[in-house]
Every structure is written in structure tokens, then in C-alpha cells.
């Protein structure tokens, strides 16, 4: 008899160690919150040349074949990176480019090559998925033509107003469809940024309507690929909430340690310490789970034990951040309703993640068809 | 020292062989769920024979030094019988004050007497330990204890009162807090640790009745018991970091426990297996959405926990709280063990109504008991709210 709770490894390459020391070192040295704050209402959202040391560390082709310039240590490995840019609140396009170069080599092969050299080299990619709100949905009205004409358009797609290169998610004759599309083929209004939640997080509009692809792809690599990327992504944004949640925590424990009402410093009282202990434990939860999809995902199509793994990782992550983000603002009392308080950062991203890749509660019922179908 | 996986391997289908060949039947009558509810002298009896045969077969302490019963073994060997037994579902080996907390803590700063003369009895099961900690008046708050030890000549008297004693009434020995100096400055300097006779004068041990209905817990009553000066550990006002390193070991924050088969597993699968055969609205409850997202809540719960005992091992990812890990398993495991069983009884429809020695009630009754009897593991060794405040002073530094 096999147990619900599936494998239960976390393993820790030493490459990956050394990944995570070397983001944290660098995400201290470049994203002070200053640094962040002073990021929040540029159109970009990042500094340009904070993401080309990230290019030159190799951060974009951790997951890429050499092949492509690539060091192939597998899409897991990108995760103690994500990690610790979630917990310096560093909004750059490394998600997004990540994933898109994933949903490319695992449904395009060889001929994608070109794109994949390109994003090594620190081209900004993003993933042109959605058409309405809902994560979970499985086909798209955005058509490509026979002759490679896309008609239609997408919502909140990642750092739209800076990529470089789009992967479309299409339909061709009713089939699941990529199409590769250059930002030089759009035209100037086709972009429209959102006004998102998160002031670190840059999506927006885009109408791909009469625009030519540059390459695509049909067919069953293509759902395969599709669904691995949605658990990929998953997995990213919960890497990402758990660095956030991580400081978000931090940043209550100094609070509750330095702030005094009644003549007591506020972290003594109980009604605040154990809270904050259940912030503490989901976010340890959530690195478990984090680390232990991170150990899980191949290049090769997921497995069982990785797709529960990612979904339990965004589900957990997700609700913890929205916990850490929604407590610090309270326990900050009066100071955390204001701007420049950085609970409001984290509120912020708290509520981004949440909705990212699926709701926790769309992860569990995907997990509950997993689990405890007959 | 790493074994090969080959040995160990072998080893464990030498225990399964074990297993299947002496594990005892069910015996006809309700036995314990833990070592915290053995209440009749007729359960005593089949568990105390039950871990001396666990114990000469070899199985018990193995990684314990052989001059004391042990085997001298690589703890690996411990770990294998100790998931068979769970695996077979056998009867719990009930001595686990002795096995896990006192046996451990005798090996770890015992003199030589004492770990000769006492270990080898708790792992054969010939002698049983208690461990007098909390009083009526002090509960979580041990630094308060009250009862009196008084030397006289080669003896203490002792005078007071310890509560919540599991195993009092049977037990030969037991580790014993009390105070010999009521006028230090820190009231915990003033506090002696003691591995004193329970059978003796002026000891008396009255049963408790649980919530579930089965006993286990004892009040102790000393009245000029008088005990021999050598039962005193370490020295006079040195109780209180001897009582921390015991808890240490009560919490499993320090290895070296004989066996961690002390109650019966009671796992997701079994709650999940449960579920799956109840019925709600005419339909398996199992299709209703909202009980299988709390379902999945549930199983993620308990997958965290055991992902956090994989990700302990690895040191980059436990850096920012090195004793994080540890020190909230018993918060979050014994919370979340509690949620389990009571979910698990509450789904039940009419039946969830039904307790033991209903004819009608699902498995006898076992999810209401077990959701009972998990409110030992949420208040004994420090409840629940007590381990936040550990988490939140001892991980996160937050003020007293």
C-alpha cells in the first residue's frame, strides 16, 4: 500500500548550495530596501544593471542546456535564486525569462535553440498565457492561423512592457499551440501595463492581433509542455513567497523586539508571539515543500511526486504570505497603515502571489483529484 | 559510522521474519493507544512481557552500549525495528519514561553506578520508571516546584505532592524534582533531581480517569518518604538543568531514545482510508469539495512535518533557525495529530456520537478515543501554548 504523502526527499546539490549563498550575498548587496523602494514607480521595475550582473552570474540559463550557453543544472536549481530575490523583494524579469525558456524547450526541441541562446544571453522572455483571470483554464480563444497570423490577445502578461521575446499560447485548429513572437512585431499600442497590486511586479495587455509568428509548435509536446510549465510556475512563485514571507517575518520579530506599549516591548505579550510563531512555522512548511519540488523537477515531463509537489508549494507558500503580509501590517499597528511602512510591500506582494499560478484553494482541489480519487 | 545498505537490508527482513513470528495476537481486551493510558494490571502484564521479548530478542536499544543491555549498534538498526513495529501495528513498548527520557540521560551524564544499576531494567522491562515533575499547583510552570526534599543524614525526606504521574502506580522508580532550598535567589537553584524508590513508605499513587474513560495518570502523595541520600543526581540545587536535559530528550530535541514505538501509529492513510468508506447526503463523502479540501489541508500538514525531518539533515537550509526544525515538531505534529482524529471522528455522521463499547460505533469507537487521548501529546511535555512561547523566545528571540 502506497502513502498519500508520496516521496519525502529534499536533497541539496552542492551547486545548489552554492547558488543560495552566493543570491543572498548578492540580493543583500543589491537590493537594500532603498534600492527596492526606489524601483516602485519605474516602468520597468528593475534596474538594468542589477539584472545584467544577474545575466553575467548565469542565472538565466541555470536551467539550460550548454548547448544554448546553459549550464543544465535543471530548472530545481533556479530555485534557491528565486528564493532569495523573493526575500530582498527584487522584482526582476528572472521568473518570467526562466519559465518562458522552459515552456520553450520542453515543446519545442532543437529548432527553439536560437530563443534559448538568446534568453541565456539576458534577452527578457515572458509567457503570453492568460485570457481571463482564470489559471486553471484550459483552452484559449487567441488563434494562430495557418499562415502564422495570431489574432486575439492576453491578460497580465509578464514584464510585458520589457520583453523581448514572447511565447504566445495559442490555438490552431481547435490544437494547443505555441507561437514565438519578437517584440519588434508588435506594434506601439499593442502593450497596455497593468496596475498591479505588487509595485515590484510588472504585467500588461497585450493584442498579438495580425501579428506574425517567428515560430510555433502543435500538439501533444505542446499540452505536456504547457502543463509542466503551470506547475513550474507554481513552484517559482512559491520560491519567490517563501524568500518574501521569510522577510516579511524578520521584519515583525525586529518590530515586536524593539516596540514598547504599557511600558513592555509588544513582543512579549502572547496574543502577538504566537501568531507570529504560526508565521514562523507555515514559512519552515513552506521551504520543505519549495526545496522538496526543487528536488523533484526534471527536465523530463513531471512526475506524480512533482506535480504534488509544486501545487503543495504553492498552495502552502500562498497562504502563508498572505498570513506573514496580513499580520505584519496589523502588529505594526498605525505606522504599518502607511505607505512607508514596509509591511505594505509585503501586503502587496502577499496578495500578487496568491493569485499567481492558482489560488491555494485551486491547487488543493487539483491535489484533491490526485490524492483521493477512487 | 555508516552501514551498508546491504546490512541493512538484511537485517530487516530477519526482523519482518521476527515479526510475523512473535508478534502477539490481540489479546480480547482494549489495549493502550500509548504508553500514557496502560491502567489495568492485566494490560501491564501482556506489555510488560511483550517488551521483554522484544528486548532478549535483541531489538530494543540496540544502539545502547551491550554492558548495559544494549547491542552497541549503529542507531540505523533501532530505526528499522522501530518501523517494522510500527508497520504491524504491535503493541507499543510501554516503558518509554525509562527507555526514552531516563535511559537516555543516565548514558548521557548518569555516573557509573547508576547506569549499572539501573539501565539494563528499563530496557528489559523488569523496572519501571515515572517521572515526578509537575504538581497540582505547577503545571507548565516546573522552575515553581514545591515539593520538599529535606537531607537528613544519608537520606532525604521528602514531603509534597506530584500530579499527572503516567505509570505512577506501577512504577519502582522515578525521576524526581524537588526542592531542598526554599531560600535561594532563583527559585530554580533551589531545585534537586532525584531517581528515588517508588516502593517505599510514605509513597502512595492514586489512579486518575481520563476523559477517555481509561486510567494512566496517578497523583503521588509523599509523606515523609524517606530516600537514600545516593539517589540524588549531580548535586544539591543542580535539579534544574538536569530536569532541562531530561526534557530534551522527552521532546526528542537530543537523540538516543531506546525505540520510538511508544504509541499506537495512527497515520493520514489511515484517516484517508476511513474516509473513503463514509457516506454524507447519500453519496461518498469523499465527493463532497469542501471535506476534501480540508482532507488535503490535513495530508499537507502531515507531509510538511515529514519533510521537515528530511530538510533537518541539510545544513544550508536550516541555517537561519539551526534549532527551528526541532524544536517546533512537537507543536506543530501533536496539533495537527489532534485535528486529524477529531476530523476524522467528526465525519462520521451518527456515528461520530457512538464511544467505546458501542456495538455500532466505526472501528470501535478508535477516532473519538485517539481524539481524546491526543490531548496527553497538546498538554503532557509542555502544552501546546508553552512550545510557542519556546518557539518564539528559544527561535525567533522574541522577549519573555
Wanted: hydrophobic fraction near 40%; charge should be negative.
Amino acid at each position: 500500500m502506497t502513502s498519500v504523502l508520496g516521496d519525502l526527499s529534499i536533497a541539496l546539490t552542492e551547486e545548489q548550495g552554492m547558488l543560495l549563498d552566493v543570491a543572498r550575498g548578492f540580493v543583500a548587496d543589491k537590493a537594500p530596501i532603498d534600492a527596492v523602494r526606489a524601483q516602485l514607480e519605474t516602468a520597468s521595475g528593475f534596474d538594468a544593471s542589477v539584472w545584467q550582473e544577474m545575466v553575467e552570474l548565469g542565472w538565466t540559463g541555470i536551467a539550460l542546456p550548454e548547448s544554448v550557453g546553459g549550464s543544465a543544472m535543471g530548472v530545481g536549481s533556479v530555485v534557491p535564486v528565486v528564493e532569495s530575490l523573493g526575500a530582498g523583494l527584487l522584482g526582476t524579469p528572472l521568473i518570467n525569462t526562466t519559465l518562458a525558456g522552459q515552456l520553450l524547450l520542453r515543446a519545442g526541441g532543437a529548432s527553439v535553440e536560437p530563443w534559448l541562446q538568446r534568453i541565456t544571453e539576458g534577452e527578457i522572455a515572458t509567457v503570453a498565457l492568460l485570457d481571463s483571470g482564470d489559471w486553471g483554464a484550459t483552452n484559449t480563444a487567441l488563434d494562430l492561423t495557418a499562415d502564422g497570423v495570431l489574432n486575439g490577445r492576453k491578460l497580465m502578461v509578464g514584464d510585458a512592457t520589457v520583453a523581448d521575446i514572447f511565447v504566445v499560447v495559442c490555438q490552431q485548429d481547435g490544437q494547443p499551440a505555441l507561437a514565438v513572437v519578437e517584440r519588434s512585431a508588435l506594434s506601439d499600442g499593442a502593450v497596455k501595463a497593468n496596475t498591479l497590486i505588487d509595485l515590484t511586479k510588472r504585467s500588461g495587455n497585450v493584442d498579438f492581433s495580425g501579428v506574425t509568428a517567428v515560430f510555433s509548435c502543435c500538439g501533444d509536446t505542446v499540452v505536456s509542455a504547457l502543463r509542466d510549465f503551470h506547475l513550474l510556475g507554481a513552484m517559482l512563485v512559491a520560491a519567490e513567497a517563501a524568500g518574501s514571507a521569510a522577510r516579511c517575518l524578520d521584519g515583525i520579530v525586529d518590530y515586536l523586539k524593539t516596540r514598547k506599549q504599557f511600558g513592555k516591548l509588544i513582543g512579549s505579550y502572547q496574543a502577538l508571539k504566537h501568531p507570529t510563531v504560526d508565521i514562523y512555522c507555515g514559512m519552515e512548511d513552506a521551504r520543505s515543500f519549495v526545496y522538496h519540488a526543487a528536488t523533484h523537477v526534471t527536465d523530463d515531463s513531471l512526475s506524480l511526486d512533482a506535480e504534488l509537489a509544486c501545487r503543495m508549494a504553492k498552495a502552502q507558500a500562498s497562504d502563508v504570505m498572505s498570513y506573514a503580509g496580513d499580520r505584519s501590517v496589523q502588529f505594526h499597528g498605525g505606522i504599518g497603515f502607511t505607505w512607508d511602512c514596509d509591511s505594505t510591500l509585503f501586503i502587496r506582494r502577499a496578495q500578487w502571489t496568491a493569485q499567481a499560478f492558482g489560488d491555494p484553494a485551486h491547487h488543493r482541489k487539483h491535489l484533491g483529484r490526485l490524492l483521493l480519487s477512487d | 559510522m555508516a552501514e551498508s545498505d546491504v546490512a541493512l537490508k538484511k537485517f530487516q527482513s530477519e526482523v519482518r521474519q521476527w515479526m510475523q513470528e512473535n508478534v502477539p495476537a490481540d489479546p480480547g481486551f482494549l489495549l493502550p493507544l500509548s504508553f500514557l493510558e496502560v491502567g489495568t494490571e492485566q494490560q501491564l502484564d501482556f506489555l510488560r512481557a511483550w517488551q521483554h521479548k522484544v528486548w532478549q530478542a535483541g531489538y530494543l536499544g540496540m544502539h545502547w552500549p551491550s554492558e548495559f543491555g544494549g547491542q552497541g549498534a549503529d542507531p540505523a538498526y533501532q530505526a528499522i525495528v522501530d518501523r517494522e513495529l510500527q508497520r504491524v501495528n504491535a503493541p507499543i513498548l510501554f516503558n518509554t519514561i525509562g527507555l526514552n527520557w531516563v535511559g537516555p540521560l543516565l548514558l548521557d551524564i548518569g555516573s557509573k553506578e547508576s547506569q549499572a544499576k539501573y539501565v539494563k531494567g528499563i530496557l528489559s522491562g523488569d523496572e519501571i520508571w515515572c517521572q515526578g515533575f509537575s504538581e497540582p499547583d505547577h503545571g507548565s510552570d516546573l522552575g515553581s516546584v514545591q515539593t520538599r526534599a529535606v537531607r537528613d543524614g544519608d537520606e532525604f525526606v521528602i514531603n509534597g505532592s506530584k500530579i499527572w504521574t503516567t505509570l505512577g502506580n506501577f512504577a519502582d522508580h522515578m525521576i524526581l524534582l524537588a526542592r531542598t532550598n526554599t531560600e535561594t535567589e532563583r527559585k530554580y537553584d533551589g531545585l534537586s533531581f532525584f531517581l528515588a524508590p517508588m516502593k517505599i513508605a510514605g509513597v502512595d499513587a492514586h489512579p486518575i480517569r481520563k476523559v477517555t474513560g481509561e486510567y494512566g495518570f496517578n497523583q503521588v502523595f509523599f509523606t515523609d518518604a524517606r530516600i537514600p541520600a545516593a539517589t540524588l543526581m549531580r548535586e544539591e540545587g543542580q535539579g534544574w538543568s538536569v530536569a532541562m536535559k531530561t526534557l530534551e530528550y522527552e521532546r526528542g530535541v537530543s537523540a538516543g531514545q531506546a525505540s520510538a514505538h511508544w504509541m499506537v501509529s495512527i497515520q493520514i492513510d489511515d484517516m484517508v482510508d476511513q474516509l473513503r468508506g463514509y457516506q454524507r447526503d447519500g453519496e461518498a463523502l469523499l465527493n463532497d469539495p469542501i471535506v476534501r479540501d480540508d482532507t488535503v489541508k490535513l495530508i499537507m500538514e502531515a507531509k510538511a512535518s515529514a519533510l521537515a525531518r528530511s530538510r533537518m539533515r541539510i545544513g544550508p537550509l536550516t541555517s537561519d533557525y539551526p534549532m527551528g526544525l526541532p524544536l517546533s515538531s512537537k507543536y506543530r505534529w501533536t496539533e495537527y495529530a489532534r485535528r486529524m482524529k477529531l476530523f476524522t471522528a467528526a465525519m462520521q455522521g451518527g456515528h461520530s456520537a457512538l464511544y467505546v463499547g458501542d456495538e455500532d460505533a466505526y472501528q470501535g469507537g478508535f477516532w473519538q478515543r485517539a481524539y481524546f487521548s491526543n490531548f496527553g501529546a497538546t498538554i503532557g511535555g509542555g502544552t501546546t501554548e508553552v512550545q510557542a512561547n519556546i518557539i518564539a523566545e528559544h527561535v525567533l528571540g522574541l522577549p519573555k
